[in-house]
């Protein structure tokens, strides 16, 4: 049993790493259409927000929406701020050990998109709180977990 559960992880990361890397190397042509879709507001009338942009600029809309659509739930909510923060938020079925991996995998997208900057990958668990920080150097090409 402790093999397969070990196979399935391995398996479901791998899965993830090549549908975000399929996905980037397609999006060309996703990303030079225009949205045909608007947001609600931010906010109700109340002050309570209905609705996070996923993010700040279009280029970072039309990536965390990729997140969203490509990460087949394990992804709740994206955004991107500035073009080199990205947040996640992941559901329950992503077990701890499985979110570095995912982590890596969004990074690696998100390089594929945003390149020639340094990078911010922040994970976060289903109940928002912060669980992981990925930063990729663009100097040494290398990624820092905290």
Sequence with gaps: MDFMQRFRKVLTALT???????????????????????????ADTTGNYALLERGNTTAGQDFGNWVIQTARGLVQDAYVRDQNKLGVVITPQVRPNEVRPLAKSLLQG?????????????????????????????????????
């Design 110 to 146: 998100f390089h594929r998109t945003f390149p020639n900057q340094d990078l911010k990958v922040l994970m976060y668990a289903p109940d928002k709180k912060l669980i992981l920080t990925a930063d990729y150097d663009i100097q040494s090409n290398q990624i820092k977990y905290q």
């Design 16 to 42: 993830l790493v090549l549908v975000l890397t399929m996905s980037v190397a397609c999006s060309s042509a996703v990303n030079a259409k225009a949205p045909t879709t608007s947001l609600p507001p931010a």
